[in-house]
């Protein structure tokens, strides 16, 4: 433990690597005397001994952490525990008393406790994040090449704040509610961008133009330097040019003139000086002017008014015309200033002018904030503004800042208790209408929809608007249709999802009535046996119903009669029925003759049930059936077989009902004395049956009329439910009820019986009258407002209400309007303002104080300034305040311009004319004119037509247009307007959605100089049309369905089928085919489960033949022989077996035998009866149990005859041989069967029971059903058929405002949307959801400013000066390719002057033109494109930068030292993009090249290229290549050309070019030749053989560098591997085969290592 611990302590922490090792000597050893001493001393075994201070402590204080705040009360006043235990330092925990008491820490403190409503009072503040500083990387050597920047941490701080006070409180508080925001976050420090900058111009023209001057060349900064890069290089080179030698001596000496000084008003002796020469002229003026009348004082009355008034309107421009002087002197060519006769000049420049006194915007104080703009509480926008303004009190004139902001807002919350909540709006919805399926129906399907009552799966819609929600705002009473029929607001005031509009519904299918087949007749039998009256019965045959019908008029109204009648005669109501036969007992006792049976009766009604005997009292009691029992030698018959089914149901006049039944000879009579045998018509007999005529009764019943109100009734109870809905009272309907004669019709109601007539009246149910409910009506909607120019139309508002329940039942139609309109009250004043501009006033010159010394100076003429008053008007001319102008008028007219008062000298003209009127052809002028005025007249310089034209021309604008398709076709438009809709319900292609409709493109009118021009110039309404067709969308179309199969199975439960084929595919999105069977592509499939009854036909046999004995012996008429029978195949019908079918419906495994073997006994021997049918197996069937059957003696033996046998047969019950077990089988379910006139929707699928027999056979299910199998199944179930809905849409949006106001571009867009999508099989959602159509062509007007003149300095040579530049009105096609072209200003009156954004105009600026010599900075570069900050074309967020600079021109070289710094000016910009920049190369050309830097936008530039990379430019060899047959290679080594190898020296460098011996190889040309050229290729030497007799190769080991080329290192090392192989084979080879080793079993010691720590091991 210790050692390694005091190892690692020898090394001083973060030492760099291993110390020098010290020597060997005492200091080793004075740290383990120090150990000595210390272990020896007293207690150094147990705790450490008081107050030694470097004793080791073993035990320490732990502390758990704080524990929850508690307290009875919120605040400062809580308290907090935490654990506090003494530990061991390896861990574990020890008693209190090991650790030093005093160093105990506290386990409670007070603390803060935080409740939920701190929430308000307390929240994090968040600092802003501070400079991204660099994190100190484990390596500190940094990359050579920085790629993306150096990964950094920035800081912010986060402190918890009280918010009312703004106080900071403790983190626990706001931690309580939310975690403590980061601190800290990952950020970049980008790679260091040097300055990198445009390549330069082209040199300029020489500063001289004779002698020797200097010519310079500029570039402009790219991008500045960022994150720490170099600056820029210098932006000027300049060298010396030379021009011809000057003839004259260059002039040393230039005029400069200085700056304007500020405008000053004059002292006010010389304004007073002023004022009196002013009133001195008026009184002169007065003095020649007489008294005027009163009509002229009036006139001056009014005008004094109107100048008063304007002077008050002028408060807000307090114009004060003062002048400015500048400085004129003259300089040297070193800049040095000089006497002004230097500067020889005629005219010097002006040195005084009249000037306007600069006046700041000067603005009243604050008004009062205004209300809060929200007067209500909300929790989800709970801020209003509130509103500040100030007015203007002096306008600014002259100076270039503008006015301050004269309105401020600020968020506010409207405070105190009685603020009330705002409203809420909340989405309401009407009732769903009623459900409807035909929009659900393709257009195949839509045909039959017409004809029959559709139902199963539908859609219903509803409306939704809506409301104002909150309740407590609304005062009506709190009643659900009160609350129901708020008023409608506008749309947009609800927010959140719109409810649906529409969804799929349910009308239930009528199921029709089903009914079983008919019972057999009944006897006859009374009408009523509780009433026996008469003669007259009926015999009845039933029918009941199997499934219930639902729906039509209800009940059992739509059902067939269910009884049918014959009238009778000898009616009654009980009657014996005889069970079976006893046995023939022969009278008075004797063994044989004959006899009598008695017949076992039960007494039954008239439907055949048992019942009490003492019913059958009136009943005649069946007598006993004379019988004889054979003697001996008698002859034998069988029993009577039983009575055949009767021929016909009734009788009439050609037919009658018939039953036969038959009997056989069993055995023949002796000779002497038996009884003989009957002849054959007495072995058969035959009865009537079904005497009845055929004539059947039965009541016809009508359908149920309407519920009429019951009055009758009125205590029924006023709500109930029935059906689902909601009743209010008790109706009565009635029916007609018919007796009706089968095939005959109506007749008398005695001819059926009374008491089975159906009821005729039957109570019904009212449901409850449904009135129509309707919302009040909305707010009127406000007047529109708008002001637009030919907007005006009758202004109108309009409100509107909704319908939420529709009547039914009866209820109070809607009969109001739902929408209602009126013209607005008071029609809208669109108010418009205008400047009106007031005549210019006096002309100010400069006092003649200041102008007096000037040369040439007149004292009462010359320039100065004048100015006049403004004032606002309304359209009609009416007073308005000036802050409307400000708002509404446009710029303010100049107030005020520079102005002349003419000297005796000057010559005066009078203002231009309006240029005449052109109505000439093209290429005619039109003129304007001005005449000489006054004095000038005489003045012959005046008279100068070159000087002073009188005249103006100018050419007449040619009218030619041409117009031209501009744009892409619109999307194909369908005309506006519905088709009719189907029932009255909107379904999709309501909206016409296909057929013809036009497609527009637009059409641009030019005129002969390429300007676009209004299209209505071109006799055009702006577009082209075209015809076009909307392809209508086809849906799937199948065939109807086929007739469904026969049953799969004859007996039992099988499958029907029945099929759909495609008849037409779908095309132009109409609604899909149903998924087609796998199998079979083209074909729809519906299978549904079917029984076909077992007993449906059924084998019929008649009674054996005699036996027909096959030997005769004559004389006994006895012995062996076949006995026949007929076996037929019937339908089974309730009155048993009726109809002979082909043999192939019944079963043919069941079909008894025609023929047996029998023995017909002799006379005298004993005859037996039939055998009796074998008795039942019992279940389960096992070969232990057997079953039998028996015969019984009829005849006994004579004397001498053969006795008789025991007539018992057994067999064992063996499975499915003579013994079958029975189980219930379940089909599979059916497809979904929907009723036939529905969609979709609920259907039912069923599956069917069967009972199968063991032998998998199926058999009727009376089987299953006599063993009381269970029965679990589910034969019915629910299920669905998805709806097909097809896709909904909304109708187009109005077409939207032109995406552009003028140009060739712009777009009309209108859209629609998906208000019910398609569900299952319905028609697809087209892809076209928005439609555009070109707008008509509008040119664009605009001012555009023109070039900026050159630098004037008036009468001098520079100095400060101005620059002008003019301003035009262009048109363009509003695309960046065509370029402005200048149109008459007209044309852009309308336009607001706005040029850049910026509505101030400036044509004219100061400049400064530099004198000869001066060294200045040239104009400022055009802001550079915007640059991000990028890693790999990636932008890392430091937002965009753009750069403009200003380079350093010099003009003297002398001056040098007089230079400006040159300048750079940056600004942050946002629409940004990322460059790269790569180096660049030519191609070589010798041993050099050019290499440049380029942007990835191709621009050249200097920097931004990393050096580290930069190719070479020079390639040339150092030392040169001497060596004979020796070239520079690309490599920049010396290389030996074609034919020769490199020998080198030891350093490397090539000593001399050696020719390479030749090989000839032979090749397939030269056949005679056997060897080839070998030689070296020159890598720039074409490689063409001349001579064509070989091919040229080279075997060089050195490449151009004097290295061994790579291949030479693959051969040698091939050739070393094989020497290897070679030798290690031989080797092998030669080996002999060593003795086997004895094993050894010396173990080897262990290596063991000691290592004491030192360094050297």
Known sequence: MGLPARRSASHSPGAPGPRPRPRRGVLQLLPLLLLLLLLLRPGACGAAAPGAAEAPTLYLWKTGPWGRCMGDECGPGGIQTRAVWCAHVEGWTTLHTNCKQAERPSNQQNCFKVCDWHKELYDWRLGPWNQCQPVISKSLEKPPECIKGEEGIQVREITCIQKEKDIPAEDIICEYFEPKPLLE???????????????????????????????????????????????????????????????DEESMYSLHVGPWSSCSMPHSRQVRQARRRGKNKEREKDRGKGVKDPEARELI??????????????????????????????????????????????????????????????????????PCSKTCHDMTSPRGTRVRTRI???????????????????????????????????????????????????????????????????????EVYCVQANENLLSHLNTHKDKEASKPVDLKSCTGPVPNTTQLCHIPCPIECEVSPWSAWGPCTYENCNDQQGKKGFKLRKRRITNEPTGGSGGTGNCPHLLEAIPCEEPSCYEWKAVRLGDCEPDNGKECGPGSQVQEVVCINSDGEEVDRQLCRDAIFPIPVACYAPCPKDCVLSTWSAWSSCSHTCSGKTTEGKQIRARSILAYAGDEGGAHCPNSSALQEVRSCNEHPCTVYHWQTGPWGQCIEDTSVSSFNTTTTWNGEASCSVGMQTRK???????????????????????????????????????????????????????????????????????????????????EEKVCEAPQVCQSYRWKTHKWRRCQLVPWSVRQDSPGAQEGCGPGRQARAITCRKQDGGQAGIHECLWYAGPVPALTQACQIPCQDDCQFTSWSKFSSCNGDCGAVRTRKRTIVGKSKKKEKCKNSHLYPLIETQYCPCDKYNAQPVGNWSDCILPEGKVEVLLGVKTQGDTKECGQGYRYQAMACYDQNGRLVETSRCNSHGYIEEACIIPCPSDCKLSEWSNWSRCSKSCGSGVKVRSKWLREKPYNGGRPCPKLDHVNQAQVYEVVPCHSDCNQYIWVTEPWSICKVTFVNMRDNCGEGVQTRKVRCMQNTADGPSDHVEDYLCDPEEMPLGSRECKLPCPEDCVISEWSPW???????????????????????????????????????????????????????????????????????????????????????????????????????????????????????????????????????????????????????????????????????????????????????????????????????????????????????????????????????????????????????????????CVNGEDLGFGGIQVRSRAVIIQELENQHLCPEQMLETKSCNDGQC????????????????????????????????????????????????????????MRTCSCEEGYTEVMSSNGTLEQCTLIPVVVIPTVEDKRGDVKTSRAVHPTQSSSNPTGRGRTWFLQPFGPDGRLKTWVYGVAAGAFVLLIFIVSMIYLACKKPKKPQRRQNNRLKPLTLAYDGDADM
């Open 185 to 247: 976050q990952a950020c970049l420090i980008p790679c260091q961008q040097d300055c990198i900058v445009s390549e330069f111009s082209a040199w300029s023209e020489c500063s001289k133009t004779c002698g020797s001057g200097l010519q310079h060349r500029t570039r402009h900064v790219v991008a500045p330097p960022q994150f720490g890069g170099s600056g820029c290089p210098n932006l000027t080179e300049f060298q010396v040019c030379q021009s011809s030698p000057c003839e």
């Open 737 to 819: 009820v018919i007796c009706v004669r089968v095939n005959v019709g109506q007749v008398g109601p005695k001819k059926c019986p009374e008491s089975l007539r159906p009821e005729t009246v039957r109570p019904c149910l009212l449901p409850c009258r449904k009135d129509c409910i309707v919302t009040p009506y909305s707010d009127w909607t406000s007047c529109p407002n708008s002001c637009k120019e030919g907007d005006s139309g009758v202004r109108k508002q309009s409100r509107h209400r909704v319908i939420i329940q529709q009547p039914a039942n009866g209820g109070r139609d809607c009969t109001d309007p739902l929408y």
């Open 1475 to 1530: 460059y790269e920049y790569k180096w660049m190369a030519s191609a070589w050309k010798g041993s050099s090249r050019t290499v440049w830097c380029q942007r990835s936008d191709g621009i050249n530039v200097t920097g931004g290229c990393l050096v580290v990379r930069q190719p070479d430019a020079d390639r040339s060899c150092n030392p040169p290549c001497s060596q004979p047959h020796s070239y520079c290679s690309e």
């Open 392 to 462: 203007i009190r002096q306008f600014p004139i002259g100076s270039e800042k503008e006015c301050p902001e004269l309105e401020e807002k600020e968020p506010c919350v409207s405070q105190g208790d009685a603020v009330a909540p705002c409203a809420t709006y909340g989405w309401r919805t009407t009732e769903w209408a009623e459900c409807r399926v035909d929009p659900l129906l393709s257009q195949q399907d839509k045909r039959r929809g017409n004809q029959t009552a559709l139902c199963g799966g539908g859609v219903q819609t509803r």
């Open 301 to 370: 009355k009014k005008k004094r008014n109107r100048n008063r008034q304007n002077r008050q309107e002028n408060k807000y421009w307090d114009i004060q015309i003062g002048y400015q002087t500048r400085e004129v002197m003259c300089t040297n060519k070193t800049g040095k200033a000089a006497d002004l006769s230097f500067c020889r000049q005629e005219k010097l420049p002006m040195t005084f002018q009249s000037c306007v006194i600069t006046k700041e915007c000067q603005v009243s104080e604050w008004s009062e904030w205004s």
């Open 1175 to 1429: 008795t039942r197996c019992t279940l389960p069937c096992s070969q232990s149990s057997f079953r039998q059957r028996s015969a019984d003696p009829i005849r006994q033996p004579a004397d001498e005859g053969r006795a008789c046998p025991n007539a018992v047969e057994k067999e064992p019950c063996n499975l499915n041989k003579n013994c079958f077990h029975y189980d219930y089988n379940v089909t599979d379910w059916s497809t979904c069967q929907l009723s036939e006139k529905a969609v979709c929707g609920n259907g039912i699928k069923t599956r069917m029971l069967d009972c199968v027999r063991s032998d998998g056979k199926s058999v009727d299910l009376k089987y299953c059903e006599e063993l009381g199998l269970e029965k679990t199944w589910q034969m019915n179930t629910s299920c669905m058929v998805e709806c097909p809905v097809n896709c909904q849409l909304s109708d187009w949006s109005p077409w939207s405002e032109c995406s552009q106001t003028c140009g060739l571009t712009g777009k009309m867009i209108r859209r629609r949307t998906v208000t019910q999508p398609f569900q299952g099989d319905g028609r697809p959602c087209p892809a076209l959801m928005e439609q555009s159509k070109p707008c008509p062509v509008k040119p664009c007007y605009q001012w555009q400013y023109g070039q900026w003149s050159l630098c004037q300095v008036q009468d001098a040579q520079c100095g400060e000066g101005t620059r002008t530049r003019n301003i035009s009105c262009v048109v363009s096609d509003g695309s960046t390719d065509d370029f402005n072209k200048v149109v008459d200003e007209e044309f852009c009156t309308d336009i607001e002057p706005i040029i850049d954004g910026n509505k101030k105009m400036v044509l004219e600026e100061a400049c400064t033109k530099p004198c000869p010599g001066d060294c200045y900075l040239n104009d400022w570069s055009s802001w550079s494109l915007c640059q991000l900050t």
